[in-house]
């Protein structure tokens, strides 16, 4: 039988969205029931996400609609990491940001220097960090502008490495990854990711909550970035397989999750099961 004490000794839970919780606007059975019973389980609990084009309270809104128990502590997106790794790593660094104007607004509130207008213009010639989302509101003068500076120097941190984000009926967007790639190409200059599955996005989540990374549980539905952030940051991993990895994708995978589930319920069931029986 599965060892169960790693998984029952988390702290915080970390929830992927899209495939973990529902799918579109489909909430998976059992998903809400345990949100809303972590805590008498004694367990927190963040919703996580890659995408930097969107607002925090964009997910509480859409989470609330969903049904979904949610408050601002509860939801973490790579743009607020941003925020919290740059306090971390370049306190008082002047920033660069090509981003929405809800990431721009995420890193006023985390107090960053940005030297730019929410529309990406700017008139100082030389920065210590340009900061590339996921922008869906993307213009030429914001790359312009950042090759400019990388040319000259600055630091190049990026919100997250997808190169792609799905969208209904097979579609996709270019992502954040992939306008990192045109910058690299036009300046030499390598990014630093902070999303999933890079390690600095539980790092400063364990860092911002004093909860420790082997405390910390990753639940999602993708290997690639659910499950391989936990295995690089030393945390829990648990892949639920309601979402877009099949049996046979596990069995193949180089490096196996800690547990497995069939969805968030089975979950449920194991987390209950071990506080019933204290
Ligand atoms: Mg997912």
Not at 19 to 40: C, K, N, Q, W
Not at 184 to 196: L, M, N, Q, R
Not at 240 to 258: F, I, K, N, Y
Request: glycine content about 8%.
């Amino acid at each position: 039988m599965t060892d169960l004490t790693a998984l029952l000794d988390c702290e915080l839970f970390l929830f992927d969205m899209d495939g973990t919780l529902y799918l579109g606007d489909e909430v998976y059975d059992g998903a809400i029931e345990l949100m809303e019973d972590l805590p008498r389980l004694g367990k927190r609990y963040i919703y996580l996400t890659n995408n930097s084009s969107r607002a925090g309270t964009d997910y509480i809104a859409r989470l609330r609609k969903l049904g979904f128990p949610c408050e601002a502590e509860n939801v973490f997106t790579s743009s607020m990491a941003c925020g919290q790794y740059l306090n971390q790593t370049h306190p008082g660094a002047s920033v660069y940001l090509a981003g929405t104007r809800a990431f721009y607004r995420e890193l006023v509130d985390f107090g960053i220097d940005l030297v730019n207008d929410e529309r990406g213009h700017t008139d100082v010639d030389t920065v210590d960090v340009v900061v590339q989302g996921f922008d869906t509101e993307l213009v030429y003068e914001k790359l312009d502008r950042a090759c400019h500076f990388l040319r000259r120097g600055a630091a190049f941190v990026a919100a997250n490495p997808d190169w792609v984000c799905p969208m209904p009926a097979g579609e996709v967007l270019p992502d954040c990854g992939s306008i990192c790639a045109l910058l690299t190409a036009s300046t030499g200059v390598e990014p630093f990711y902070i999303g999933k599955p890079n390690r600095a996005m539980i790092d400063v989540i364990a860092q911002m909550t004093g909860v420790a990374n082997e405390r910390i549980c990753a639940v999602g539905d993708r290997l690639y970035t659910d499950i391989a952030v936990a295995q690089n940051a030393g945390s829990v991993s648990v892949l639920v397989l309601s979402g877009e990895t099949t049996r046979q994708m596990v069995d193949e995978a180089e490096r196996q999750p800690d547990y497995i589930f069939a969805d968030v319920a089975g979950l449920h069931e194991v987390l209950k099961g071990a506080s019933s029986g204290c």
